[in-house]
């Protein structure tokens, strides 16, 4: 009955609702209840509400949009788009540069109505729930002619939301959590009660509190924080530090800061209502609720394969290659499976070399699922995975992944009569690491299974060629210097150590090399042909995979990688001792980092500052005579004494000083200035 009723639902939600594209003139109500009027559909907008441009770009409207905030790095779209600052402070020049005939703002962006009025179409998109977030990503389609995929979208989320309410259904309302989304730095702050925020803990089954007060963000007492007695917190990636005030008396007297019931996930997840909202509710209820999830009897859904895909590789002995989507454990698992046409030998990171492997195979689980399988262990969840995609786990090599299927790389690489083909998926943001350096957490005797990331980057090689067990092992070794290669020039950060290294891996890095069929070939190095195509697929592989993962590329904006280094600009300029408030001087700062000769220098410092950290660099004397430079060109005067950051490595230290010293002395003038005036 159960599975009747989910079928049900989502039938009812593959329905179209107002799914027609618009007629122009096109008009509607914005949040705001202004009336809006479109003559024809925009050619160029500029979002400066990150959920807004999420929505746009899901939807495939990448090419009307020209200019977002730095806030937005997800979709993989996002990359190359122009930045014109951040959420809070937009730099409206910028914006007025792009020409936008559209600009979707905020309420809280207050100049851009003074500023724009006249000169463009101003919509206010603001989600105060999940239902509205859905309009408005049908309501995106009918303007931009992209009905099928809003509505495809709205589905999807929708029917994990379904799933997860009759998840829940089943757990007695006296076991319910009392879950709070945690905000703030040093002291606890949350959402209003009106907030869709507190409507995603009720989607997710927990019970949320009720302060009395409305808002995005409402300060919480003592008090109000011990009556409600919260049993789960959850915050977003820049709510960790909070952690260190909740140990204070009173504050650690709670039962989620006594039983280590805090969690936090990406920021672009919790912190907005747009079109991953099924995806959160499901992440945050698997938290919640491990123990009753990961009980079969209370499964929702058939474990099978719901969807095949057909995928296209050039090699005489693939039988078959197919991306499968499976229902396991409530939750849409994705694969990557290649069949051969005879069994071969293959080297795997993961499960050694094996003789008789008739398929390989790469399985996305998603991170609501990650707790329930890593109880299992590594074997029983290989069986059961491989049970359900009906394949023999005896003639099976397979890898486990958190990054998704969807964003797999296919490369192939040729000279001559020789090919190579990889598939790659990479996340690097959330537990890459610096072999050599950073510390091992996981001690094998006593191993628990509780240390997945969603970060890894897993490797399928194959080749037209037969590789002798020689070439397969050394093919490794080229496969991974090429990894490595990637992670050094896209500048990926360790993890544990994000300012002063970059990273060599994730840690939990795997590769299948596949014997294959042909020529035979006994080198596999660096100053092999084969070698060389190894690499060269490797590296093209693992770069495509994490821009279409993580939105990373070279060319990816000077806060993106600031905060990678977890240097966050707003605590940087609230503890940098000067007479300037912290929030001036932040937007003195963000419109600096916008002109690409301040942001190419912290660039330059940041690579000056790993290489002085390895020790190829030791004085530091024209670097700075440089800092002196800079600073006194923001300034527009000349600057004799740098103030430099404190608790920084020495050249972050400086060349960041040499920016905030500058901005110091500009504003300090302009305010001067203007008080004279």
Same mark, same amino acid.
């Given at each position: 009955?159960?599975?009747?009723?989910?079928?049900?639902?989502?039938?009812?939600?593959?329905?179209?609702?107002?799914?027609?594209?618009?007629?122009?003139?096109?008009?509607?109500?914005?949040?705001?209840?202004?009336?809006?009027?479109? %003559?024809? &559909?925009? !050619? =160029? *907008?500029?979002? #400066?509400?990150?959920?807004?441009?999420? /929505?746009?770009?899901?939807?495939?409207?990448?090419?009307?949009?020209?200019?977002?905030?730095?806030?937005?790095?997800?979709?993989?779209?996002?990359?190359?788009?122009?930045?014109?600052?951040?959420?809070?402070?937009?730099?409206?020049?910028?914006?007025?540069?792009?020409?936008?005939?559209?600009?979707?703002?905020?309420?809280?962006?207050?100049?851009?109505?003074?500023?724009?009025?006249?000169?463009?179409?101003?919509?206010?998109?603001?989600?105060?729930?999940?239902?509205?977030?859905?309009?408005?990503?049908?309501?995106?389609?009918?303007?931009?002619?992209?009905?099928?995929?809003?509505?495809?979208?709205?589905?999807?989320?929708?029917?994990?939301?379904?799933?997860?309410?009759?998840?829940?259904?089943?757990?007695? %309302?006296? &076991?319910? !959590? =009392? *879950?709070?989304? #945690?905000?703030?730095?040093?002291?606890? /702050?949350?959402?209003?009660?009106?907030?869709?925020?507190?409507?995603?803990?009720?989607?997710?089954?927990?019970?949320?509190?009720?302060?009395?007060?409305?808002?995005?963000?409402?300060?919480?007492?003592?008090?109000?924080?011990?009556?409600?007695?919260?049993?789960?917190?959850?915050?977003?990636?820049?709510?960790?530090?909070?952690?260190?005030?909740?140990?204070?008396?009173?504050?650690?007297?709670?039962?989620?800061?006594?039983?280590?019931?805090?969690?936090?996930?990406?920021?672009?997840?919790?912190?907005?209502?747009?079109?991953?909202?099924?995806?959160?509710?499901?992440?945050?209820?698997?938290?919640?609720?491990?123990?009753?999830?990961?009980?079969?009897?209370?499964?929702?859904?058939?474990?099978?394969?719901?969807?095949?895909?057909?995928?296209?590789?050039?090699?005489?002995?693939?039988?078959?290659?197919?991306?499968?989507?499976?229902?396991?454990?409530?939750?849409?698992?994705?694969?990557?499976?290649?069949?051969?046409?005879?069994?071969?030998?293959?080297?795997?990171?993961?499960?050694?070399?094996?003789?008789?492997?008739?398929?390989?195979?790469?399985?996305?689980?998603?991170?609501?699922?990650?707790?329930?399988?890593?109880?299992?262990?590594?074997?029983?969840?290989?069986?059961?995975?491989?049970?359900?995609?009906?394949?023999?786990?005896?003639?099976?090599?397979?890898?486990?992944?958190?990054?998704?299927?969807?964003?797999?790389?296919?490369?192939?690489?040729?000279?001559?009569?020789?090919?190579?083909?990889?598939?790659?998926?990479?996340?690097?943001?959330?537990?890459?690491?610096?072999?050599?350096?950073?510390?091992?957490?996981?001690?094998?005797?006593?191993?628990?299974?509780?240390?997945?990331?969603?970060?890894?980057?897993?490797?399928?090689?194959?080749?037209?060629?037969?590789?002798?067990?020689?070439?397969?092992?050394?093919?490794?070794?080229?496969?991974?210097?090429?990894?490595?290669?990637?992670?050094?020039?896209?500048?990926?950060?360790?993890?544990?150590?994000?300012?002063?290294?970059?990273?060599?891996?994730?840690?939990?890095?795997?590769?299948?090399?596949?014997?294959?069929?042909?020529?035979?070939?006994?080198?596999?190095?660096?100053?092999?042909?084969?070698?060389?195509?190894?690499?060269?697929?490797?590296?093209?592989?693992?770069?495509?995979?994490?821009?279409?993962?993580?939105?990373?590329?070279?060319?990816?904006?000077?806060?993106?990688?600031?905060?990678?280094?977890?240097?966050?600009?707003?605590?940087?300029?609230?503890?940098?001792?000067?007479?300037?408030?912290?929030?001036?001087?932040?937007?003195?700062?963000?419109?600096?980092?916008?002109?690409?000769?301040?942001?190419?220098?912290?660039?330059?410092?940041?690579?000056?500052?790993?290489?002085?950290?390895?020790?190829?660099?030791?004085?530091?004397?024209?670097?700075?005579?440089?800092?002196?430079?800079?600073?006194?060109?923001?300034?527009?005067?000349?600057?004799?004494?740098?103030?430099?950051?404190?608790?920084?490595?020495?050249?972050?230290?400086?060349?960041?000083?040499?920016?905030?010293?500058?901005?110091?002395?500009?504003?300090?003038?302009?305010?001067?200035?203007?008080?004279?005036?």
């Amino acid at each position: 009955m159960k599975y009747f009723n989910y079928l049900l639902a989502m039938l009812l939600f593959l329905l179209p609702v107002s799914s027609q594209a618009a007629e122009y003139p096109f008009t509607f109500n914005d949040s705001a209840e202004k009336i809006i009027t479109l %003559q024809k &559909q925009p !050619q =160029r *907008v500029v979002s #400066l509400v990150p959920s807004v441009t999420e /929505m746009l770009l899901r939807i495939g409207v990448d090419e009307a949009v020209t200019g977002i905030t730095y806030h937005s790095t997800l979709p993989p779209q996002t990359a190359g788009k122009e930045i014109i600052g951040g959420f809070f402070r937009p730099n409206l020049d910028r914006v007025a540069a792009l020409e936008p005939e559209v600009i979707f703002y905020a309420d809280l962006q207050k100049d851009v109505p003074d500023r724009f009025a006249d000169q463009a179409t101003l919509i206010q998109l603001t989600a105060r729930s999940i239902e509205e977030s859905f309009d408005h990503i049908r309501l995106l389609g009918r303007i931009f002619d992209r009905t099928i995929k809003a509505e495809e979208i709205i589905a999807e989320e929708k029917r994990q939301l379904s799933v997860i309410q009759d998840k829940i259904a089943g757990i007695p %309302q006296e &076991q319910k !959590q =009392r *879950v709070m989304r #945690l905000m703030g730095r040093d002291s606890v /702050m949350a959402p209003g009660d009106n907030s869709f925020q507190n409507e995603y803990i009720q989607a997710a089954g927990g019970i949320a509190p009720e302060f009395g007060k409305t808002g995005n963000i409402i300060p919480v007492s003592l008090e109000e924080w011990q009556k409600f007695n919260p049993q789960v917190l959850y915050g977003c990636g820049g709510d960790r530090q909070i952690q260190d005030f909740l140990e204070q008396s009173g504050w650690n007297e709670v039962d989620a800061v006594r039983n280590k019931r805090i969690f936090f996930f990406p920021c672009d997840l919790t912190c907005r209502a747009s079109t991953h909202t099924g995806y959160f509710v499901s992440w945050l209820a698997a938290r919640i609720y491990g123990k009753d999830f990961g009980d079969p009897t209370d499964f929702i859904l058939p474990e099978q394969v719901v969807d095949r895909k057909p995928l296209q590789i050039g090699l005489d002995y693939i039988k078959k290659a197919e991306i499968i989507e499976s229902d396991i454990k409530d939750f849409r698992n994705k694969t990557v499976a290649l069949h051969f046409s005879r069994p071969m030998t293959v080297v795997s990171t993961l499960e050694g070399q094996r003789s008789g492997i008739s398929s390989v195979a790469n399985h996305y689980f998603p991170p609501p699922s990650w707790g329930l399988g890593h109880k299992q262990g590594l074997e029983a969840l290989r069986q059961s995975t491989l049970k359900v995609l009906d394949i023999d786990p005896a003639t099976t090599a397979m890898l486990f992944t958190g990054a998704n299927m969807d964003n797999l790389a296919v490369v192939k690489q040729s000279f001559k009569e020789m090919e190579v083909y990889v598939l790659v998926t990479a996340g690097v943001l959330s537990n890459a690491v610096r072999m050599s350096v950073d510390a091992g957490r996981f001690y094998e005797p006593d191993f628990t299974g509780k240390n997945k990331k969603q970060g890894t980057i897993n490797v399928l090689l194959l080749t037209n060629m037969q590789l002798t067990p020689r070439a397969m092992t050394r093919a490794i070794i080229s496969a991974t210097e090429a990894k490595s290669a990637v992670l050094q020039d896209l500048d990926i950060r360790s993890s544990y150590s994000p300012v002063v290294n970059p990273a060599t891996g994730t840690g939990t890095d795997n590769i299948i090399v596949v014997e294959g069929a042909g020529l035979r070939i006994d080198a596999s190095g660096g100053h092999s042909k084969m070698g060389e195509l190894i690499a060269r697929a490797v590296y093209e592989g693992v770069q495509q995979a994490v821009h279409l993962q993580n939105g990373v590329t070279t060319g990816r904006s000077i806060f993106q990688r600031l905060k990678e280094r977890r240097i966050n600009l707003y605590e940087l300029c609230n503890n940098y001792t000067s007479p300037v408030n912290g929030s001036v001087l932040r937007k003195q700062i963000e419109t600096l980092l916008l002109d690409p000769k301040y942001a190419n220098f912290l660039k330059a410092i940041m690579a000056i500052s790993d290489d002085f950290e390895k020790g190829l660099i030791t004085d530091l004397d024209s670097l700075g005579s440089w800092c002196l430079t800079v600073a006194g060109q923001i300034a527009g005067v000349n600057v004799t004494e740098i103030k430099e950051v404190e608790n920084m490595p020495q050249v972050l230290s400086r060349g960041l000083g040499a920016l905030l010293t500058g901005a110091v002395v500009l504003t300090t003038m302009e305010h001067n200035l203007n008080s004279y005036k």
